[in-house]
């Protein structure tokens, strides 16, 4: 399995963000979510992406949530040199499906 790189507000660093060049995919998640625990069952086994970082917003508090603009977790943001150009919305009482994993395998890998 991929290492995958785990922030929260506390190490949030925007700018390492802007600044990263290339595509890249942030995956907001939650501890107490079961459907994110569901996610990251299929991920491991789908998933072809390996620029991946999780954003732990466990903490209903949490600035990343109004930052990303985010409501469902898990949510996926893919961003190219920075900038946000795609999402992946969760959907309540579902998350994420292995259809939407695809799409983001699909997505990265036909640029």
């Known amino acids: 399995m991929k290492l995958i790189q785990r ?4 190490n949030f660093d925007s700018d390492k963000l802007i600044d990263y060049e290339g595509r890249l995919v942030a995956i907001f998640s939650a501890d107490w979510c079961p459907y994110c ?5 299929n991920w491991k086994e789908y998933s072809k992406i390996n620029n ?10 949490s600035r990343l949530w109004d930052n990303f603009s985010i409501e469902v977790v898990p949510t996926m943001i893919a961003f190219d040199n920075g900038m946000p150009i795609k999402r992946w919305d969760g959907q309540l009482q579902r998350g994420l499906t292995i259809d939407q994993i695809e799409s983001v395998n699909s997505f990265f890998l036909k640029s």
Do not use: C, G, K, W
């Open 37 to 41: 625990i569901s996610f990251f069952n």
């Open 7 to 10: 922030i929260d507000q506390d």
């Open 52 to 61: 991946v970082l999780i954003a732990d917003i466990t903490d209903v508090e």
